[in-house]
C-alpha cells in the first residue's frame, strides 16, 4: 500500500504555511488585547461561555444560519461551500482511519484518499462511504455554481451590486471554484481504472472514458487538485477568506464579553479581518442614491487590511446602522468607523468657557433634556412641556439654555473634545437629583446611554409617553388619522426603540406599513454622521425618503427625532410631526384625570391631594 | 385676431393683457384667485419711496380696455395642442383657443413654518414681512400677542433665501429692501421703539435703495451681521440666539416682535404647467427661458412665452419692463406666424 507521493507537496506546503500563519495572527489579536479583556478571555475558556461560542461556530460558520435567513439561495451557496466542505473532511478522515487502523494519518492522505485507497475491500461500508461522499462533493459543486452565477449576474440573488474584487481575492477566488471540480476530475478519472468511485464519480468516469486516455491523464489530474488546494491556502492570508478563521475567534471572543469601542482596538482588527466581503451592506446603503460608490464596509474594512485607508472614504458614511443591521456577521461597523475618524479628524481647541458654570439646583423628579435639535425645532419643545405639564410631572428643564450633548464631536471622532460636554452635562444632571432623565432627541439618548455615568433611567420620551399611557396618567383618545412613521436611525436600530412609537401612533389613528420600517427604516438624509456630504447630495437622499414614505397619503409623516423632522420639513407635502406634537394635539382635546395614583410613583408623577379629590 | 392667454393675474400678467389689448390682440387672463393684482395687490407701500402700492396696480388696470376679459377662480386642467395653436381647458370643462399663452405665474412667498427654529406658526410675536403688510394695511397699528406695542422689534433677513437647508440657495432680491423699508415705517410708527436687523449681507442693488439703507442707519435702526440661530418664547418676549459675526460673540436678542423677510419661491402651478407645456425648470425651481440675456421671455416651446417672477425673483419696475418685452414677443410671433 501507497500512502505518499510528491503530487501531495503544494497541499502540505500550503496547509502548514496557513496553519502557521493563523496560529500567528490568533496570538497577535490575542496579545494585544487590552487588560479587561485578557481577563474576560481566560474567564471565558473555562467557563460554559466555550461551548456556547462553539455551537454558534457551527451555526454561523458552518451552516451559515444568519445568512440563509437574510437571504435564502446566498445561505444555500455559503454553506454548502462552507458545511459541505467540512463533511467531506470530517468523513474523510473516519474512512482513512477505518482503513488504516491509526489514530493519525497525514493530514493529505484523507484529502486523497481515493487515490491511494484503490481496493474497496479494505474500507468497511466502502458503498455507503463513497456514495456520501459524493454526494457530498455534488453539494459543494451546487455551491460552487451559485457562486459563479452570482458573479455574473448578482439580480438572482436579490442583489443589486456585489463586491467588486482586487487581484488577491480573484485569485483565491479562481483556485476555490477549481478545487471541487478538480477533486471530481481527478476521483472520477481514478474510478475509471479502478471502479472505486460512488454513484457521480463512477459515472462521471464512465463518460470520461469513453473519449479520453483516462489512465494518462489521472495522475496529473492529482497534481492539478494538489496544486489548486496548496495555492488557496496560501491565498487565503491575503484575501477575504481570512474570515473563515478570523471570524471563529471573534465569536468566541463575542461570548466572553468583549466588544466594540470607539477606540480602535485589537478587538476591531479581528472584526474587520471576520468581514467576508458577501457585499451584503452594498444594497443597503444610501448613498448611492446620492451617486457615493465604493463607501461601504465592505471597501472600507478592505482598505483598512490594505493600509490605504483615506480620510474620504472613512467620512462617507451616514453612521445610520443600516448596514450593521444586515451584516451576517454582526460586525459593529460604525463602531469602527467612528474609531478609524479618530485618526484623521483634526484636533481642535474647544472652547466651552461660555457654558454656564453654576448650575442651578432645583430638585425634580424627571430632568428634561431637549437637545439642540430640538430647540431648532420649538413645536416639538411646546409640545413636550405642554405633555409634562398636562401630567402634572415635576420637572426640570435642563439644557433651557442649550447644551451639546458631546455626540456631534463623538461622530467625528473627537472623543476628548466631546468629554468636556459630557463632564459639564453630568454635574448638571446629578445636581438636579432627577430620577429620570427624559429626552427627546435620539442623537442625544445614545450619547447619554452609551457614554455617559449616570446612575439614573434615561428614557426618550416615546418611551416615557408609553409609560404614562400603561399607567392610565395620560388618555390618549382614539383617533382616525392615517399616520406613517418613519423610525430615526439612533432611536431605532440605534437603541432598539421600535414598539413605543408605534403603540402611541395606534392609539391616537391608524399606522400605515411600509417597506422600510423598524431595522430596515430609511436615514432621513439628515445625518450628523457624514460631516462632507454636500446639501444636494443630502437632498436627493430625502426626497427618496419622503416619497417612499408618503406613498399611502397618509395625513401626516410621524418621526421621533428632531432632526429627521426638520430634514423631512423642507421636502414634504404631507404635515410632517413628532410624536410629541401628536400626542399633544389629542390630549389637548381632553382627558379625563382619574385614577392616579398617589405620591410620586416612578414616573416622577406628584398627584396633589386636591386633584385626587375632584 | 388672434387670441392670447395669460396665466397669471399679477402685475406681470396685468401690465402684458394690456398692451397686448392695445395691440389689438384678444386677451383672455386666468387668475386663480378671486381678484386681480397677485402680491402687490396685497402690499401696504413700495421701496424705495414708499408709494402706496395701489398707485401702481391703478396705473396698470387704466391701460386695460374690452379687449382683454378676465376670469377669476379659473383652474386649469390641461393644455392641448390644437392645428392653430393650443386650447387651455378649465377645470369646469370650458376651453380656450389660444394662439400664444403667456405664464406670468410668478411666485409664493416662503413658508417659515418650514424654518421651525424661528418658530413662525408656533410662538404668537413671530410674524413675515407679509402680515407685517397686512397689519400695515388694515389695522395701521402694531402690536404684540397680548395687545401690547412692542418696544423692541427684530427684523430677520434671509428667511428662506439663501438656505441650502431650506433647499433655496438663490437670493430673493427684494427681501432686503423690504426689510429696510419696513425697519424705517416701524420706527417712524414707534419712534421710541428699538429695532433690530439680523443680516448677511445688505444687497442694495438698485437705484436709490442705498440711500434707503443709510436713511434706516441714520434713525437708529441697529444692524447686526449673523444669522439668526434659533428663537424661543419666554413670557410672551422673543428670545433670538445669534452670533454677531463682526465682533465674533454670541448673543442673545430679546424683542417683542420678530418680522421674518420671507423670500421668493417658484408658485406650484409654475411646475405644473411646466409639466404640461414641456418646458424647462431650473435647478432652483423656476422656469428657464431658452437665453438667460438675450431671450428671457421664450421658453423653445412655439408660442409659449414667459413675463415676471415665474423666471426668478423681480422687483416690480423690472417685472413691468419683462412684461412689456413678452407682449411685443408675442406681438411679433402672432404677427409672422
Not at chain 1, 534 to 563: F, G, H, M, W, Y
Not at chain 2, 133 to 148: L, M, N, S, V
Not at chain 2, 220 to 232: A, D, N, P, Q
Amino acid at each position: 500500500m501507497r500512502n505518499y507521493d510528491p503530487f501531495v507537496l503544494p497541499f502540505m506546503l500550503g496547509f502548514l504555511f496557513l496553519v502557521v500563519l493563523i496560529i500567528y495572527k490568533f496570538a497577535q489579536w490575542l496579545i494585544r488585547l487590552n487588560m479587561r479583556e485578557k481577563v474576560l478571555f481566560r474567564h471565558g475558556m473555562l467557563s460554559r461561555k466555550f461551548l456556547h461560542a462553539g455551537n454558534e461556530v457551527f451555526m454561523e460558520s458552518l451552516i451559515h444560519r444568519k445568512m440563509f435567513k437574510a437571504n435564502p439561495l446566498l445561505g444555500y451557496m455559503h454553506m454548502s461551500l462552507a458545511f459541505g466542505w467540512f463533511l467531506l473532511i470530517v468523513l474523510g478522515n473516519v474512512e482513512s482511519r477505518l482503513h488504516t487502523g491509526a489514530h493519525l494519518n497525514m493530514p493529505y492522505f484523507p484529502i486523497f484518499l481515493k487515490f491511494f485507497v484503490t481496493e474497496k475491500e479494505t474500507i468497511p461500508f466502502y458503498g455507503g462511504f463513497t456514495n456520501l461522499m459524493d454526494f457530498l462533493l455534488l453539494m459543494v459543486l451546487s455551491g460552487v455554481f451559485l457562486a459563479l452565477i452570482k458573479r455574473m449576474t448578482s439580480r438572482i440573488f436579490g442583489m443589486r451590486r456585489t463586491t467588486n474584487l482586487k487581484v488577491g481575492d480573484k485569485i483565491a477566488l479562481i483556485t476555490l471554484w477549481l478545487i471541487f471540480p478538480l477533486r471530481l476530475f481527478a476521483e472520477s478519472l481514478t474510478a475509471a481504472q479502478h471502479h472505486n468511485g460512488g454513484f457521480m464519480t463512477e459515472n462521471v468516469g464512465q463518460f470520461l472514458a469513453a473519449f479520453l486516455p483516462t489512465d494518462q491523464l489521472s495522475y496529473p489530474a492529482w497534481w492539478l487538485y494538489s496544486i489548486s488546494l496548496g495555492a488557496f491556502f496560501v491565498a487565503v492570508p491575503f484575501s477575504r477568506y481570512m474570515h473563515i478563521p478570523a471570524e471563529i475567534l471573534l465569536i468566541y471572543l463575542r461570548h466572553f464579553g468583549i466588544h466594540s469601542t470607539k477606540v480602535y482596538s485589537s478587538f476591531s482588527e479581528l472584526e474587520v479581518y471576520s468581514c467576508s466581503r458577501c457585499g451584503v451592506c452594498i444594497d443597503k446603503c444610501q448613498l448611492h442614491t446620492a451617486d457615493i460608490h465604493f463607501n461601504t464596509p465592505t471597501y472600507f474594512f478592505r482598505a483598512i487590511r490594505e493600509r490605504s485607508l483615506s480620510g474620504d472614504l472613512t467620512d462617507a458614511c451616514l453612521l445610520c446602522d443600516r448596514c450593521t443591521a444586515a451584516c451576517p456577521v454582526e460586525i459593529n461597523t460604525t463602531a469602527i468607523r467612528i474609531a478609524k475618524r479618530a485618526t484623521f479628524s483634526t484636533s481642535f481647541k474647544s472652547d466651552f468657557s461660555y457654558l454656564p458654570a453654576n448650575h442651578t439646583r432645583r430638585k425634580a423628579d424627571v430632568a428634561y433634556f431637549a437637545g439642540c435639535m430640538t430647540h431648532l425645532t420649538p413645536a416639538i419643545r411646546k409640545a413636550m412641556i405642554a405633555i409634562l405639564e398636562h401630567a402634572k410631572v415635576k420637572y426640570h428643564f435642563i439644557d433651557e439654555q442649550g447644551i451639546c450633548c458631546g455626540r456631534p464631536l463623538m461622530m467625528t471622532g473627537r472623543l476628548e473634545e466631546a468629554q468636556q460636554l459630557v463632564r459639564k452635562n453630568e454635574a448638571l444632571i446629578k445636581g438636579s437629583g432627577a430620577r429620570i432623565l427624559l429626552l427627546s432627541c435620539p442623537i442625544c439618548l445614545k450619547a447619554f446611554r452609551e457614554d455617559y455615568h449616570l446612575d439614573i433611567r434615561i428614557m426618550h420620551h416615546s418611551e416615557y409617553i408609553c409609560e404614562l399611557m400603561d399607567r392610565q396618567i395620560l388618555q390618549i383618545p382614539a383617533g382616525t388619522q392615517l399616520f406613517s412613521f418613519h423610525d430615526p436611525c439612533e432611536l431605532g436600530r440605534g437603541s432598539g426603540i421600535f414598539d413605543q412609537p408605534r403603540k402611541i401612533l395606534s392609539e391616537a389613528g391608524k399606522l400605515v406599513k411600509s417597506k422600510f420600517e423598524k431595522e430596515n427604516s430609511f436615514c432621513c438624509g439628515g445625518s450628523l454622521g457624514h460631516t462632507s456630504l454636500s446639501q444636494a447630495q443630502r437632498n436627493i437622499i430625502t426626497q427618496e425618503v419622503v416619497n417612499e414614505l408618503t406613498k399611502n397619503n397618509p395625513d401626516s409623516l410621524v418621526t421621533a427625532c428632531p432632526l429627521c423632522k426638520k430634514t423631512f420639513t423642507r421636502w414634504s407635502e404631507v404635515p410632517v410631526k413628532d410624536i410629541a406634537e401628536i400626542v399633544a394635539e389629542v390630549i389637548s382635546l381632553g382627558s379625563t384625570q382619574s385614577d392616579r395614583e398617589q405620591n410620586t410613583n416612578s414616573l416622577g408623577i406628584k398627584v396633589h391631594e386636591k386633584q385626587k379629590r375632584k | 385676431m388672434r387670441q392670447v392667454v395669460i396665466i397669471g393675474g399679477g402685475v406681470a400678467g396685468l401690465e402684458a393683457a394690456g398692451f397686448l389689448g392695445k395691440m389689438g390682440h384678444q386677451v383672455v387672463l386666468l387668475e386663480k384667485e378671486k381678484a386681480v393684482g397677485g402680491h402687490v395687490g396685497k402690499w401696504d407701500r413700495l421701496f424705495p419711496n414708499r408709494r402706496q402700492g395701489s398707485e401702481v396696480m391703478d396705473f396698470i388696470r387704466k391701460k386695460m380696455d374690452e379687449k382683454v376679459s378676465i376670469i377669476t377662480e379659473a383652474g386649469i386642467k390641461s393644455i392641448d395642442t390644437s392645428p392653430d395653436g393650443y386650447a387651455v381647458v378649465l377645470t369646469n370643462g370650458e376651453a380656450i383657443r389660444a394662439d400664444a399663452i403667456l405664464l406670468a405665474t410668478g411666485f409664493e412667498l416662503f413658508d417659515a413654518r418650514k424654518k421651525e427654529e424661528y418658530g413662525y406658526g408656533i410662538y404668537d410675536n413671530v410674524i413675515t414681512s407679509a402680515d407685517l403688510e397686512r397689519i400695515f394695511r388694515e389695522e395701521g397699528k402694531i402690536t404684540t400677542a397680548d395687545g401690547q406695542a412692542p418696544q423692541k422689534v427684530a427684523f430677520v433677513h434671509c428667511v428662506g433665501s439663501r438656505d441650502e437647508k431650506a433647499g433655496n440657495v438663490y437670493c430673493s432680491k427684494v427681501c432686503c429692501v423690504t426689510g429696510v423699508k419696513q425697519a424705517i415705517e416701524v420706527k417712524e410708527m414707534m419712534p421710541a421703539a428699538k429695532v433690530y436687523s439680523f443680516y448677511m449681507d445688505i444687497r442694495m442693488f438698485d437705484r436709490h435703495f442705498e440711500e434707503l439703507y443709510i436713511e434706516a442707519q441714520q434713525q437708529g435702526i441697529t444692524f447686526i451681521r449673523g444669522r439668526l440661530s434659533e428663537v424661543y418664547e419666554d413670557q410672551g418676549k422673543v428670545q433670538c440666539k445669534v452670533e454677531d459675526t463682526l465682533t465674533g460673540k454670541p448673543m442673545k436678542v430679546t424683542v417683542d416682535l420678530l418680522v421674518l423677510l420671507v423670500g421668493f419661491m417658484p408658485s406650484p402651478e409654475t411646475k405644473r404647467l411646466a409639466g404640461m407645456l414641456k418646458i424647462n425648470i431650473g435647478s432652483d425651481g423656476f422656469v428657464l427661458p431658452i437665453d438667460g440675456h438675450i431671450s428671457q421671455n421664450e421658453t423653445g416651446v412655439p408660442g409659449i412665452f414667459l413675463a415676471g417672477a415665474v423666471t426668478g425673483p423681480k422687483c416690480i419696475a423690472t417685472t413691468l419692463s419683462d412684461a412689456r418685452s413678452a407682449a411685443l414677443q408675442i406681438d411679433q410671433y402672432l404677427k409672422t406666424k
